[in-house]
């Protein structure tokens, strides 16, 4: 603190970015704190995901405030509706807007556009319909996955609204899709 009031003091002209807020004692914590390069991962999110899911399945991976769901239930029904998202056409270079509140099956809905290859573009529920389509045109989407209490609301926004909920997951076919060339390249997020 002391270091900062007297460049303050000496130069009263100076902007704040010029000024010096770090002291050469932490100057050098943060240096040596940081002298090691980061490693790089070439690796994706939702297999990453699957490695939490072999090796500790019953671990709370999400929770709401309706309940919580395992790394293995995470991995197992995102993979369902990631399944289905490529039987429907998703890859990589596709764009998929997704219109949750904050809740599970936002996060399947996420991990599961990502195990197909494409990236996921959030929406926000309260946000004009006329807004969402904007949007969802601007990034050439063709499906919307969203809440229940949402689908009525977006049936203008794209061609194929998806409601997630654990009964519309209940009736996909149970899927792998851990094996799929999805690259850490690819695009996520939008």
């Not at 303050?8 to 000024?19: E, G, N, Y």
């Not at 769901?69 to 997704?98: E, K, T």
Request: aromatic content about 4%; glycine content about 6%; hydrophobic content about 45%.
């Amino acid at each position: 603190m002391g270091k900062i009031l007297n460049e303050i003091l000496t130069r009263p002209d100076a902007a704040v970015s010029d000024l010096n807020c770090v002291s050469d004692r932490n100057l050098k914590f943060i240096t040596e704190w940081n002298n090691d390069p980061l490693d790089t991962v070439d690796r994706c999110i939702h297999e990453i995901i699957h490695d939490q899911a072999l090796s500790k399945p019953h671990a709370e991976a999400v929770c709401d405030e309706h309940g919580s769901i395992s790394y293995r239930d995470l991995d197992q029904i995102s993979s369902r509706l990631a399944s289905h998202l490529v039987a429907l056409g998703l890859g990589p270079g596709d764009f998929v807007p997704l219109c949750f509140e904050k809740e599970v099956w936002n996060v399947v809905s996420t991990i599961a556009v990502l195990k197909a290859g494409a990236a996921f573009v959030p929406l926000d529920p309260a946000a004009p319909v006329v807004r969402l389509r904007a949007l969802a045109v601007d990034v050439g989407a063709s499906i919307v996955l969203c809440s229940q209490q949402h689908a009525g609301m977006l049936l203008p926004v794209a061609d194929h609204i998806i409601p997630v909920d654990g009964e519309v997951i209940g009736h996909l076919p149970k899927s792998n899709l851990n094996d799929r060339p999805v690259k850490s390249t690819d695009l996520a997020y939008v």
